[in-house]
Structures are given as C-alpha cells and as structure tokens.
C-alpha cells in the first residue's frame, strides 16, 4: 500500500526561526512529489518535485527531493505570522493514479 | 482561480437524510476528485472521476456515491448520511502534472 508519512505533526516557532519540515514515502512507481500549503480554505500548490538533488525555490520558501531515500524536506526561513497553515505533502505515481497524501504538518508562528 | 465551485458551502442535515454536494468547473479538465478532510487523517479521497461516466472508488469510499453526466458537474451523495460523516469535503480538479487545484470546500455536520 501507497504511503507517504510527514513529520513533524505540528510545530511552534517564534517569527524569525527557521524551520524543517519533513515528507518521507513509499510509493510503487514515483512520478513525483508536491507540496500544498493549506491556511483556512482551499490547499494551495507550493512545489512539484520530479528529479533528486534540485532545489526548488520560491522566496523564503524551497524544498528538495531524495529519490534515493524516498523523502522530501520543505524549509521556510525567517518564519512569519503568515506562514502558520497547514503543509501537505503528496505523491503521484503514473498513470493518473490519484495523489497519495500525508497527514499534514501543521505550522504555527507566532510573534 | 482556475474555475471550480462547491456548493452549498455549509450545510447542517440529520442523520438518515440523504445529500448531495456540487462541483462544478469551467474549464473543461477530464479529472475531478472529491476528498475528505478530518483533524489527525489529512484529507482521504472518496471518488475520483476520469471523464463522463468514469468514475472510481478511493480510500473512504463506503456510505459515498458520485455521479457525472457532463464534464463541468461532479456530484458526491451521501446516501443516509451519519455523524462519521460530517467533515469538511474538498472537489479538486487535475491540472496536469499531478498538480490538483481545489474548491474552497464545504463544511458538512451531520447532526
């Protein structure tokens, strides 16, 4: 059966920290890896991930991919209030098959 | 936003009734999904749906019927819906890549 296990399950951190967050799965046939940020509504895209060792950046926000050892990290630098949401982490395999999601790590900052 | 609409937003119903939650989109895409989303499980999919006609179970499908008879409606029945049902239920649509663009959700309590 198709996993994917993100840990930390919650966090607190004061604005300015940096943070780590971590995705890991087992998952027959990846294709590739995505990451969501979920604040009250709607999860949003952040990332898609397809190939190991490639950062991807945006802002104070990257991530990157360990094909080999079947995990992801997501860092946000310089937390803000903003940046308190729920992270989701999720695995494609081919085919159409749909994503496979984690639980969610959920991010609170505060001031 | 790339055209997605559930409706109601909110909807309080007893136990035993039957409901009946909406996605729709504008934008023609052949893959929808209708998820679940509960503290401590992350969101679980219930159906998922291929084109007109085709649709498929998820992980949570027991109590769940879908329907879809033209491209742009996805609709997700709670046959007699119980208290374990109540939730907050997401309609996502595939952009491609194995990127999802969600609906804002609808909050569901089964009283």
Redesign the interface.
């Known amino acids: 059966e198709d996993k994917v296990v993100q840990s930390p399950l919650s966090l607190v951190v004061h604005e300015g920290d940096t943070v780590t967050l971590n995705c890991s799965y087992e998952v027959t046939n990846f294709?590739?890896l995505?990451w969501y940020k979920q604040e009250k509504?709607?999860?949003?895209?952040l990332f898609?991930l397809t190939s190991s060792g490639i950062e991807k950046k945006s802002g104070r926000l990257s991530s990157i991919l360990d094909k080999k050892e079947l995990f992801s990290i997501l860092n946000i630098t310089a937390t803000q209030t903003g940046d308190s949401a729920v992270y989701?982490c999720?695995v494609?395999a081919p085919g159409?098959t749909?994503?496979v999601?984690?639980?969610?790590t959920r991010l609170s900052v505060i001031a | 936003d790339a055209g997605i609409t559930q409706s109601p937003r909110h909807k309080v119903t007893e136990t035993g009734t039957p409901v009946t939650l909406r996605c729709h989109q504008t934008e023609n895409h052949r893959y929808m999904y209708w998820y679940r989303q509960d503290p401590g499980h992350g969101l679980r999919l219930i159906h998922y749906s291929y084109g007109v006609k085709d649709t498929d179970k998820g992980e949570v499908s027991d109590g769940y019927s879908v329907s879809r008879s033209k491209t742009e409606d996805f609709l997700l029945t709670l046959e007699s819906a119980t208290s374990s049902q109540t939730s907050v239920y997401f309609c996502a649509i595939s952009m491609g890549g194995g990127k999802l663009f969600f609906g804002s959700g609808t909050q569901l309590s089964v009283l």
């Open positions: 294709r590739s995505l509504k709607a999860p949003t895209f898609m989701l999720a494609e159409n749909p994503l999601f984690g639980k969610g």
